[in-house]
């Protein structure tokens, strides 16, 4: 099974955050890989990205939700009394 989700709260200000997941059977259990991207807008090539790319240095990006959303997903899997090991995440 897989799912895609995306995180466009910022998108106007060219800022993005995608993520994939995909729960795959084995012998004895499941593993459920996660990859995630982001990606933003830089440079002076309007008005708006260059005011998104100074506001940044301001308010921070939203690279954060990467970390938080992973969090989330291993302690909702958790709460389902499933055991989980999470082997590799985001810095």
């Known amino acids: 099974m897989t799912a895609n ?3 466009t709260s910022k998108a106007r ?7 994939f997941a ?4 084995y012998q ?3 593993a459920l890989n996660m990859h995630a991207t982001y990606s933003k807008a830089s440079g002076a090539f309007g008005t708006a990205t260059l005011v998104a790319t100074l506001a940044r240095e301001f ?3 939203t690279n954060v939700f990467i970390p938080n959303t992973i969090k989330e997903i291993v302690a909702g899997v958790k709460a ?3 055991v989980v090991t999470l ?3 985001y810095p």
Not at 13 to 19: A, D, K, L
Not at 22 to 25: E, N
């Open 28 to 30: 004895g259990g499941y």
């Open 13 to 19: 200000n060219g800022e993005g955050s995608r993520f």
């Open 22 to 25: 995909c729960l795959m059977p």
């Open 80 to 82: 389902t009394g499933a």
């Open 59 to 61: 308010v921070g990006n």
């Open 87 to 89: 082997l590799e995440a």
């Open 5 to 7: 989700a995306s995180e």
